[in-house]
C-alpha cells in the first residue's frame, strides 16, 4: 500500500472530525445520510455526464494506483535491460525473442519484438513513441475524471444546501423540522468540500505523479532497447540509463 496516500486520507478525516469534535460538536450531527446521497449521487452523475464510459472505466481501473505503488521500479527496468543487453552481446538480437514471450510489460514486449525483428533504430523509435503517446494520453484522462469530480463536488454540496434551506424555509410553522433541514444543509456544504479536497483532487495529482513515473520507465526502456539494436555495451547502457533518474522525463524531452 502506499503508505502516503493511507496517512493523507486518514489525516484529512481526523482533522475534520477531530477538530469538529474538539468544538464539542457531536459526531452524529455530522453523520447525514441525506448529505451524502445528493453530494455523492450529484458528483457521481456530473462526472458521468462529462466523460465517455471508457475513460470512465479506465479512471475506475486506475484507481489502485493510487493505493498501491507499481510492482516496478526503474531500478528494476534498468536491470532488465542490462540482462537483455548482455545475452544480445552473447547470442545476438535473435536470442531476445524468448524474452519477448515472456516479459509481462506489453510495451516493453512490444519494443523487444521490433529488435528481434530487426527494425531500424529511427523507425523503432518513432513506433515506440507513438505508443508512448497513446499511453500517455489514457492517463491523462484518468487524472482528469478524478480533477472534474473535485471540481464538482463542491458545487453540487451548495446544491445540497440549497435544498436543505428549502426544507427549512418550507417547514418554519414546525420548529420541529427546522433543525434537520438546517444540519442537511450545512453537511452537504462540508461533504462537497470534503470528497473533492480529500479524495479526489488529491487522486487525480497522484495519478499524475504515477503516470510521470511510468513515462519514465518506458522512456528507459525505449532508450535501453534502441543501444541494445546499435550493440552498445551493457555497462555503457547502464549508466545512460541512469542519467533519466537524475533528470526525469520533463528535463530529457527538451
Known amino acids: 500500500m502506499d503508505l502516503s496516500t493511507i496517512i493523507g486520507i486518514t489525516l484529512g478525516l481526523f482533522a475534520v472530525f477531530g477538530g469538529a469534535a474538539l468544538e464539542g460538536l457531536h459526531m452524529s450531527a455530522l453523520i447525514q445520510p441525506t448529505a451524502a446521497i445528493i453530494v455523492l449521487g450529484g458528483t457521481a452523475a456530473a ?10 472505466l479506465a479512471a475506475v481501473k486506475d484507481l489502485k494506483k493510487v493505493f498501491m505503488p507499481p510492482k516496478e521500479d526503474p531500478e528494476g527496468v534498468i536491470k532488465n535491460i542490462i540482462n537483455y543487453a548482455a545475452k544480445a552481446r552473447r547470442n545476438g538480437l ?15 514486449k ?23 503517446g497513446s499511453f500517455e494520453s489514457h492517463g491523462k484522462h ?37 433543525g434537520g433541514g438546517i444540519a442537511v444543509a450545512f453537511v452537504a456544504t462540508i461533504y462537497g468540500l470534503m470528497t473533492a479536497n480529500i479524495f479526489c483532487i488529491p487522486f487525480g495529482t497522484k495519478l499524475k505523479i504515477r503516470l510521470k513515473e511510468e513515462l519514465l520507465q518506458k522512456e528507459m526502456v525505449i532508450e535501453g532497447l534502441i543501444a541494445i539494436q546499435n550493440g552498445e ?6 549508466q545512460k540509463l541512469r542519467a533519466y533518474l537524475h533528470e526525469g522525463p520533463e528535463k530529457k524531452g527538451k
Open 142 to 178: 484518468s487524472a482528469e475524471v478524478f480533477e472534474a469530480a473535485g471540481g464538482f463536488a463542491p458545487t453540487i454540496g451548495i446544491i445540497g444546501a440549497v435544498l436543505g434551506l428549502i426544507h427549512v424555509m418550507s417547514n418554519l410553522s414546525d420548529p420541529s423540522k427546522l
Open 110 to 132: 512490444k519494443g523487444i519484438s521490433l529488435v528481434v525483428d530487426g527494425i531500424d533504430p529511427q523507425k523503432l523509435r518513432e513506433t515506440m513513441e507513438i505508443e508512448l
Open 233 to 238: 555495451n551493457p555497462h555503457f547502457i547502464e
Open 47 to 56: 462526472t458521468i455526464v462529462s466523460f465517455p464510459l471508457p475513460i470512465l
Open 94 to 108: 535473435i536470442s531476445l525473442e524468448q524474452e519477448a514471450q515472456t516479459v509481462k510489460d506489453s510495451f516493453t
